[in-house]
């Protein structure tokens, strides 16, 4: 049984509070708030160790490096927003339902990943600041 450190309840702590996908880069930053020495391969050992035991999942995305979320959020079905500007990932609730009619005929579909692509809510806020700003430097 491994025993828990400072850096890994630091890690829990930022996944939990974030209650998003996160990227070990992610986690490092938000880590060195409470334990400025953290780096990088104590995150990437720790991601090892609560895979093992359970408690997170990852969360992979076509063409991306796997983020990772905490267990109890990743038990039930959800899908993902993926922020093109600032690269951050998203739950999102709710799901389309049956993607029978999407398969071809006699397929039978076993599950199913949806990820949306676009702006976040904070990107989006500041594009409209920076294209304001840019109409009323005019």
Partial sequence: M??????????????????????????LDAVRTSVPETGIATVYRNIKLLLADGTIQPVTLPGENPRYE???????????????????????EGCPGTMEHLAPAGFV???HELTLYGVCA??????????ARKRGAH
């Avoid at 025993?3 to 992610?26: C, D, N, V």
């Avoid at 905490?70 to 999102?92: K, N, S, T, W």
Wanted: proline share 5%; hydrophobic share 35%; net charge positive.
């Fill in 2 to 27: 491994e025993r828990t450190t400072r850096q890994r309840s630091a890690i829990r702590a930022a996944m939990e509070a974030a209650a998003r996908p996160l990227s070990p880069q992610e986690i």
């Fill in 70 to 92: 905490m267990a109890q959020l990743a038990h039930h079905h959800h899908h993902h927003f993926h922020c093109v500007p600032c690269d951050r990932v998203f739950d999102v």
């Fill in 109 to 111: 579909i076993d599950h």
């Fill in 122 to 131: 904070d990107c989006a806020a500041a594009r409209k600041d920076k294209t």
